[in-house]
């Protein structure tokens, strides 16, 4: 199985201020025939389930906000706030979909406001 | 919009099972795009998926829970189910039920969460 790891564990950052995130897959997750890297990102809230924020690794879903951008390819991926707002504070999760089953997430980071 | 609802007991005695049920709602659980899986988050902890199925049937099961899950599904209720045998404390958890895809596993819509307690 793919394991997924994450760092910082938390961070806390000014309003308005940038915010990175960094997760890492055990091996690739770039599927050389369609270069993509099958790497999603998610949002959890306080009491609320988790949101799909971003898949193959930069690809916003629809809603989400541009200061959310995702980068990165192969093992190693970021997703970035560019600016953050008060309703960002949130537990951020990745997950790797290019060998599945199963679903593995990553341990997930804590980004709340300084 | 699809909406997923978990419904079942919150409180479970250990050794005994757990069984929840997810309704799905404004659209078909017989999609041949999507399965539709559980996921579960003990109290300020990560997210463990458990197990998919297909409206078919097929299903797929975490190695590390296989022995005790058993996911079900009804399309004629538009409802699938999940079994957990023989809980134990490290059960206590909120389970999600969620859709995800049948080519890439992106899990896009998700459930609000049931909190389960195994305790006596």
């Known amino acids: 199985d793919i394991v997924m790891t994450q760092s910082p564990d938390s961070l806390a950052v000014s309003l308005g201020e940038r915010a990175t995130i960094n997760c890492k897959s055990s091996?690739?997750?770039?599927?050389?025939?369609?270069?993509?890297?099958?790497l999603a990102w998610y949002q959890q809230k306080p009491g609320q389930p988790p949101k799909l924020l971003i898949y193959w690794a930069s690809t916003r879903e629809s809603g989400v906000p541009d200061r959310f951008s995702g980068s990165g390819s192969g093992t190693d991926f970021t997703l970035t706030i560019s600016s953050l707002q008060a309703e960002d504070v949130a537990v951020y999760y990745c997950q790797q979909y290019y060998s599945t089953p199963p679903i593995t997430f990553g341990p997930g980071t804590k980004v709340d406001i300084k | 919009q699809l909406q997923l609802q978990e419904s079942g007991p919150g409180l479970v005695k250990p050794s005994e099972t757990l069984s929840l049920t997810c309704t799905v709602s404004g659209g078909s659980i017989s999609s041949s795009s999507y399965y539709w899986g559980w996921i579960r988050q003990p109290p300020g902890k990560g997210l463990e998926w458990i197990g998919s199925i297909y409206y078919s049937g097929s299903t797929y099961y975490n190695p590390s829970l296989k022995s005790r899950v058993t996911i079900s599904v009804d399309t004629s209720k538009n409802q699938f189910s999940l079994k957990l045998s023989s809980v134990t404390a490290a059960d206590t958890a909120v389970y999600y039920c969620a859709r995800h895809g049948r080519q890439q596993w992106l899990v896009d819509i998700w459930g609000q969460g049931t909190m389960v307690t195994v305790s006596s």
């Open positions: 091996q690739s997750v770039l599927y050389s025939s369609n270069n993509k890297n099958y």
